[in-house]
T-cell receptor, first 115, second 113 residues
Framework: AQSVAQPEDQVNVAEGNPLTVKCTYS??????LFWYVQYPNRGLQFLLK??????LVKGSYGFEAEFNKSQTSFHLKKPSALVSDSALYFC?????????????FGQGTELSVKP | ETGVTQSPTHLIKTRGQQVTLRCSSQ?????VSWYQQALGQGPQFIFQ???????GRGNFPPRFSGLQFPNYSSELNVNALELDDSALYLC????????????FGPGTRLTVT
C-alpha cells in the first residue's frame, strides 16, 4: 500500500535557525510528492511539489525540499526560520493506482518557531 | 489566495440528519476532490470528480455522495450522520492533465451531536 510517514509530531526551532521537517514515502512507481502548510482554522496551502527533474525543489515562502530516491525521503527545509512559519505541515504523495488524483497525506508535523 | 471557496464555514447537525456542503472550484480547474480531516489527523480522501463523473473514491461508505456541476462547482452530501462524521471537510480543485497540485478551500467544520 502506498503511504507517507512524518516521523516527528512536533519540531521546535529558534528563529533564524535552519529547519527541517521530515517525510518518507512508500509508493509503486515514480512518486509525485507535495508539501502543504495549514494554519489554524484554515485549509491547506500548497508549498511545493516534486514530479521529476532536479532533486532540490524550491517553493513558496523560502521553503525547499530535497527528494532522495534511495532513502525514499522528501524532507522540507528552510535556511532561516521565521516565527510566522509556525504551523502544521503535511507531506503528501499522489496515488499511482486507480484513484484518480487522490493525495495520500502524512499525519502532519507541528512546527513551532520561537523568537 | 487559492480561489477555492466553501460554504458554510461551520455547521452543527444532529445524528441521523443529512448535510450538504458546497464548494466552488478555482477558475479554469476541471477536477474537484473532497477530503475529511479529523482532529489531529491528516486529510483522508473521500472522492474525486472529473468533468461531472466520479473519478475515484476512498474508503467511505455510500452515504457519502457528491456532485460536480457544469460550472465545476461541487457538493458533498452526507446522509444518516454519525458522531464520527464530525470533522473538517476540505474541497480541493485541480487541472488534471495539466498539473498535479491541488488547491484547497478553507474547509467546512461539521459538528455532529
Amino acid at each position: 500500500a502506498q503511504s507517507v510517514a512524518q516521523p516527528e509530531d512536533q519540531v521546535n526551532v529558534a528563529e533564524g535557525n535552519p529547519l527541517t521537517v521530515k517525510c518518507t514515502y512508500s509508493v509503486s512507481g515514480n512518486p509525485y510528492l507535495f508539501w502543504y502548510v495549514q494554519y489554524p482554522n484554515r485549509g491547506l496551502q500548497f508549498l511545493l511539489k516534486y514530479i521529476t527533474g532536479d532533486n532540490l525543489v524550491k517553493g513558496s515562502y523560502g521553503f525547499e525540499a530535497e527528494f532522495n530516491k534511495s532513502q525514499t525521503s522528501f524532507h522540507l527545509k528552510k535556511p532561516s526560520a521565521l516565527v510566522s512559519d509556525s504551523a502544521l505541515y503535511f507531506c503528501a504523495v499522489r496515488d499511482t493506482g486507480n484513484q484518480g488524483g487522490k493525495l495520500i497525506f502524512g499525519q502532519g508535523t507541528e512546527l513551532s518557531v520561537k523568537p | 489566495e487559492t480561489g477555492v471557496t466553501q460554504s458554510p464555514t461551520h455547521l452543527i447537525k444532529t445524528r441521523g440528519q443529512q448535510v450538504t456542503l458546497r464548494c466552488s472550484s478555482q477558475s479554469g480547474h476541471n477536477t474537484v476532490s473532497w477530503y475529511q480531516q479529523a482532529l489531529g489527523q491528516g486529510p483522508q480522501f473521500i472522492f474525486q470528480y472529473y468533468r461531472e463523473e466520479e473519478n475515484g473514491r476512498g474508503n467511505f461508505p455510500p452515504r457519502f455522495s457528491g456532485l460536480q456541476f457544469p460550472n465545476y462547482s461541487s457538493e458533498l452530501n452526507v446522509n444518516a450522520l454519525e458522531l464520527d462524521d464530525s470533522a473538517l471537510y476540505l474541497c480541493a480543485s485541480s487541472f488534471e492533465g495539466y498539473s498535479y497540485e491541488q488547491y484547497f478551500g478553507p474547509g467546512t467544520r461539521l459538528t455532529v451531536t
